[in-house]
């Protein structure tokens, strides 16, 4: 059907759903989890094609997902032992059907329902118990090496379906081969990097600071840390990247956790605290990690793959984990508090 950006769909019945699935509930290897049963029947704005994905887990590349989408709506964690990672629910172009907008009428046939699955069967695939009596979770991010395919970064069609899908304007698209180009001329080992970089400052006002800056604090010297005890509805303003890069290890690190060049365009803005992330799933070892330093999810702020050659525009939109070292409370006086959540707030650089 190749759904774009901004149509309207509805999610088709449990039962019809239920009939696309095999017995571990999937299809084609896709997982259909529990808590997308609440949406059935109802009705969405396409929020991406995701007709590619990234394996950030394994090789940080990306996979062709077919007949993939994303409606804005996340999973809640409920089934999977509370994880907090709130990621973007995949959706089968098969489970939704399209939406006439002007007669609020859906014409799409019913899907036959071939009864190899019950709501039992998608319950019971979300977990089970290792030989050490370990749970064991299996979720749509956990399987995502087994409904998608290896993607090259070369492959010209992902980026004209990036662009007719609706997920990516012009703009954005010569904007992220420019820092492709860039990026690899200057890794290219012909000594350019240093012009190149001075050309990039140059015209930093077009495109933003160069993300990938080392850390100011020597190897092997202890980063900085500060606990503000954020809580979910609280505004905080990111702060410079300068003073970011003053609380990182030359390996672009503090205390474990990178800051990531897709952290950067976020920089200086105005965000309201989305969750206080203390557990998560770890796709490799399908089981849920408690952290030790719990970290800062902000609304609406995630990764658009902007500076990722080997997953340029992926969709997936995972959000960005943040230490409140990196953060600033903002007075409980400020105006900003009768703004509303999310990038109505944001102030400073274009995200």
Sequence with gaps: MKFRVGDLVEVRSKQEILGTLDEMGRMEGLPFMPQMFQYCGKRFKVYKRAHKTCDWAYTGRSRWLPNGIHLDLRCDGVAYGGCQASCLLYWKETWLKPVDENSGVSEQPAVAN??????????NSTHAVDADNEV???????????????LSPWDIRQYIEDYTSGNVGIGRLVKGF??????????????????????YDVFEVLWGPYPRRPGRIPKGQPTPTCSLTLQPGELVRVKSYNEILATLSEEGKNRGLAFDAELVPYCGSVRRVRTRLTTFMDEKKQKLVVLKNPCIILEDVYCQSRYSNCKMMCPRGIYSWWHEIWLERLPTHSQLTSGSPGNDLSTGPNV
Excluded at 114 to 123: G, I, L, M, W
Excluded at 136 to 150: G, L, W
């Design 114 to 123: 071939k009864a190899s699955c019950t709501e039992a069967h998608v319950y």
């Design 136 to 150: 064991i979770y299996s979720c749509q991010a956990t399987e995502v090496r087994n409904f998608t395919k290896p």
């Design 178 to 199: 420019a820092y492709a180009v860039f990026w690899n001329i200057s890794h290219s080992g012909m000594k350019l990097g240093r012009p190149l970089r001075w050309f």
